[in-house]
């Protein structure tokens, strides 16, 4: 079915099918972002923030940021020291932009912008960085139960579980005085999902409700399905391999989205859950947590999965420590990297599926079994591998090509989530940026799932997010 875009109105009528369509031109009226027109509940500030001085940086400058229990700091990525602190509502999570400057802090039913204050500039055959003081701005994308938000192929969306409403934006267009411009597309019915876009305007997008999900489908930019499959029992998290190739889990295994072409690869046992992945440029090979016992209020894994994503094998990998979803992550080279409750991160080789590291990191501990609260995470920004320890308030540096810590600081607030901005310019091909989606891993033990993979399974276990880590609630 084609779906007719509709430029003056913002909630447009479509016909029924995979996607009801509209289209939010401008973004509405004054103080709205990404909602119905007239609703209040979408209301972003439209007064200017107060002025920020900007200075030229010699280059680039990473910043990250860090969640804690009431808010959010941001730190200097180099000297680890904290320039900001914010406070926000409730439960927070960290969703990459897709600009290398801003992040997005999950609060309450709204994705919130937080400007890290570090950009560059193209000029000629070179760039120029700049500072400024870091903001949490009052620009929101609102929705019920915000869950994944992906970057991919220069474009971003934010995936609404409450209502299965898929806000399209153009990241390079954020700004803190400027209402976000949002393309809004929504499911056929509501469910924890995610969606990612791609280049050619195409949409792959989760297929479930509030009782259960089955699979995915490719949709086209006129809203026709042209591919799909349904042999995905428990669908959750995505991540991107090398080529562009998408994976989302499975309890059964995992499905592999190669341009309009859909396969399965199973899981060696009858329930197999990989509902965490993440995946790297660098790599064809998508690095998967794996859980077999259905029933377990918290299972404590002690395998990971490496599935090639050309082949479609599926390999196994015995840890000797258990792991959460959110101590899974790529490394810069597209290493697999897992931090085991023992404090040892682990360097796995994805082509050999061999440890070739082990580096003692943070004291053993233990994953809590609310997903939310604060446990070791692993996060790749650039070329550093950062880990948090909770325990001791701290955020340690690790180069994992010398095999150590190179540096650690404590932290006035105790963390949980980590992201980061490298303040680069985006890539002119728009490589992917998953950010985390590290497969945001929200553990679906998370939103009561076991992880929000995307690395986002609210959890269920992971915002995802891991599990869009990374989300895996």
Same mark, same amino acid.
């Given at each position: 079915?084609?779906?007719?875009?509709?430029?003056?109105?913002?909630?447009?009528?479509?016909?029924?099918?995979?996607?009801?369509?509209?289209?939010?031109?401008?973004?509405?009226?004054?103080?709205?972002?990404?909602?119905?027109?007239?609703?209040?509940?979408?209301?972003?500030?439209?007064?200017?923030?107060?002025?920020?001085?900007?200075?030229?940086?010699?280059?680039?400058?990473?910043?990250?940021?860090?969640?804690?229990?009431?808010?959010?700091?941001?730190?200097?990525?180099?000297?680890?020291?904290?320039?900001?602190?914010?406070?926000?509502?409730?439960?927070?999570?960290?969703?990459?932009?897709?600009?290398?400057?801003?992040?997005?802090?999950?609060?309450?039913?709204?994705?919130?912008?937080?400007?890290?204050?570090?950009?560059?500039?193209?000029?000629?055959?070179?760039?120029?960085?700049?500072?400024?003081?870091?903001?949490?701005?009052?620009?929101?994308?609102?929705?019920?139960?915000?869950?994944?938000?992906?970057?991919?192929?220069?474009?971003?969306?934010?995936?609404?579980?409450?209502?299965?409403?898929?806000?399209?934006?153009?990241?390079?267009?954020?700004?803190?005085?400027?209402?976000?411009?949002?393309?809004?597309?929504?499911?056929?019915?509501?469910?924890?999902?995610?969606?990612?876009?791609?280049?050619?305007?195409?949409?792959?997008?989760?297929?479930?409700?509030?009782?259960?999900?089955?699979?995915?489908?490719?949709?086209?930019?006129?809203?026709?399905?042209?591919?799909?499959?349904?042999?995905?029992?428990?669908?959750?998290?995505?991540?991107?391999?090398?080529?562009?190739?998408?994976?989302?889990?499975?309890?059964?295994?995992?499905?592999?989205?190669?341009?309009?072409?859909?396969?399965?690869?199973?899981?060696?046992?009858?329930?197999?859950?990989?509902?965490?992945?993440?995946?790297?440029?660098?790599?064809?090979?998508?690095?998967?947590?794996?859980?077999?016992?259905?029933?377990?209020?918290?299972?404590?894994?002690?395998?990971?999965?490496?599935?090639?994503?050309?082949?479609?094998?599926?390999?196994?990998?015995?840890?000797?420590?258990?792991?959460?979803?959110?101590?899974?992550?790529?490394?810069?080279?597209?290493?697999?990297?897992?931090?085991?409750?023992?404090? #040892? &991160?682990? +360097?796995? !080789?994805?082509?050999?599926? *061999? =440890? /070739?590291?082990?580096? %003692?990191?943070? @004291?053993?501990?233990? $994953?809590?079994?609310?997903?939310?609260?604060?446990?070791?995470?692993?996060?790749?920004?650039?070329?550093?591998?950062?880990?948090?320890?909770?325990?001791?308030? #701290? &955020?340690? +540096?690790? !180069?994992?090509?010398?095999? *150590? =810590? /190179?540096?650690?600081? %404590?932290?006035? @607030?105790?963390?949980? $989530?980590?992201?980061?901005?490298?303040?680069?310019?985006?890539?002119?091909?728009?490589?992917?940026?998953?950010?985390?989606?590290?497969?945001?891993?929200?553990?679906?033990?998370?939103?009561?799932?076991?992880?929000?993979?995307?690395?986002?399974?609210?959890? %269920?276990?992971?915002?995802?997010?891991?599990?869009?880590?990374?989300?895996?609630?």
């Amino acid at each position: 079915m084609k779906i007719k875009l509709n430029h003056m109105s913002r909630w447009a009528a479509a016909p029924a099918s995979l996607l009801a369509l509209t289209v939010v031109a401008g973004c509405g009226a004054p103080g709205q972002a990404g909602g119905p027109a007239g609703d209040e509940s979408s209301a972003g500030a439209s007064a200017e923030p107060a002025a920020r001085e900007t200075t030229e940086a010699a280059g680039a400058a990473p910043r990250l940021a860090v969640t804690f229990d009431g808010g959010v700091m941001v730190l200097d990525g180099e000297s680890l020291e904290v320039l900001d602190t914010f406070p926000a509502e409730g439960f927070t999570r960290l969703n990459p932009a897709g600009d290398n400057r801003h992040l997005f802090l999950t609060e309450g039913d709204s994705f919130r912008l937080l400007d890290l204050g570090t950009w560059s500039e193209p000029h000629g055959d070179h760039a120029h960085a700049y500072t400024t003081d870091p903001l949490l701005t009052e620009q929101r994308i609102t929705g019920s139960r915000p869950g994944h938000l992906v970057n991919h192929d220069g474009r971003s969306l934010a995936f609404f579980d409450g209502t299965g409403e898929m806000h399209l934006f153009d990241p390079a267009n954020l700004s803190a005085d400027s209402l976000i411009d949002t393309t809004v597309t929504t499911t056929d019915e509501a469910h924890h999902g995610v969606a990612v876009p791609r280049a050619d305007d195409s949409t792959v997008v989760t297929i479930g409700n509030e009782e259960s999900r089955s699979g995915v489908k490719i949709v086209d930019e006129a809203g026709e399905t042209v591919a799909e499959s349904t042999g995905c029992p428990g669908v959750h998290g995505e991540a991107v391999a090398e080529g562009g190739v998408i994976t989302v889990g499975c309890e059964d295994g995992l499905l592999i989205i190669d341009g309009e072409k859909i396969r399965k690869v199973d899981s060696p046992d009858d329930y197999g859950r990989i509902g965490n992945q993440f995946g790297s440029e660098r790599s064809p090979v998508v690095l998967g947590d794996y859980k077999v016992d259905e029933d377990a209020e918290l299972e404590r894994p002690t395998r990971v999965t490496l599935t090639d994503t050309g082949s479609g094998e599926l390999r196994l990998v015995d840890l000797p420590a258990s792991y959460s979803f959110r101590s899974l992550a790529r490394g810069p080279e597209g290493e697999a990297l897992v931090l085991g409750t023992d404090g #040892t &991160l682990r +360097v796995i !080789d994805p082509a050999s599926a *061999e =440890v /070739t590291r082990e580096i %003692e990191v943070t @004291e053993p501990w233990e $994953e809590p079994v609310e997903w939310q609260e604060p446990r070791p995470t692993v996060h790749v920004a650039g070329d550093e591998v950062l880990v948090t320890e909770p325990g001791t308030q #701290t &955020l340690h +540096v690790v !180069d994992i090509g010398a095999g *150590e =810590v /190179t540096r650690s600081s %404590e932290l006035p @607030e105790v963390p949980n $989530e980590v992201g980061s901005a490298s303040g680069k310019a985006p890539a002119a091909d728009h490589a992917h940026d998953h950010g985390d989606h590290e497969g945001h891993d929200h553990g679906e033990e998370g939103h009561g799932h076991e992880g929000h993979d995307h690395g986002h399974e609210h959890s %269920e276990d992971d915002h995802d997010h891991g599990d869009h880590e990374g989300h895996d609630h």
